[in-house]
Nanobody
């Protein structure tokens, strides 16, 4: 059974930083075959894409986080990270890790989410 487990969420003040991690495991799961992404869902909002990264390392970011967030992956360790700097109250959300097959065959996977709260 494939699992994506997020960690690193918490409460920080505006302007602070957090680093989220997503660890993938199970059934010989290899993130090297997947486009990995971070999504978030704020209070009363729809889930939205924050950042994605292809197996080769090409990244894409939501306009709202460009220049502040950095997604990275370690295929050997089966992990994906999201470094979040200059955090704003509007970044408050549950952050989810996502895996989509790069070959577009097979299912997507989601983690259970980690809560990020930005407040003074």
């Amino acid at each position: 059974q494939v699992q994506l487990v997020e960690s690193g969420g918490g409460l920080v003040q505006p302007g602070g930083s957090l680093r989220l991690s997503c660890a993938a495991s199970g059934n010989a799961f290899n993130i090297g075959l997947y486009n990995m992404g971070w999504y978030r869902q704020g209070p009363g909002k729809q889930r939205e894409s924050v950042a994605t990264i292809t197996p080769s390392g090409t990244t894409n970011y939501a306009d709202s986080v460009k220049g502040r967030f950095t997604i990275s992956r370690d295929n050997a360790r089966n992990t994906v990270a999201l470094q979040m700097n200059s955090l704003k109250p509007e970044d408050t959300a549950v952050y989810y890790c996502n895996a989509v097959p790069a070959a577009r065959l097979g299912r997507n996977y989601w983690g259970q989410g980690t809560q990020v709260n930005i407040s003074s």
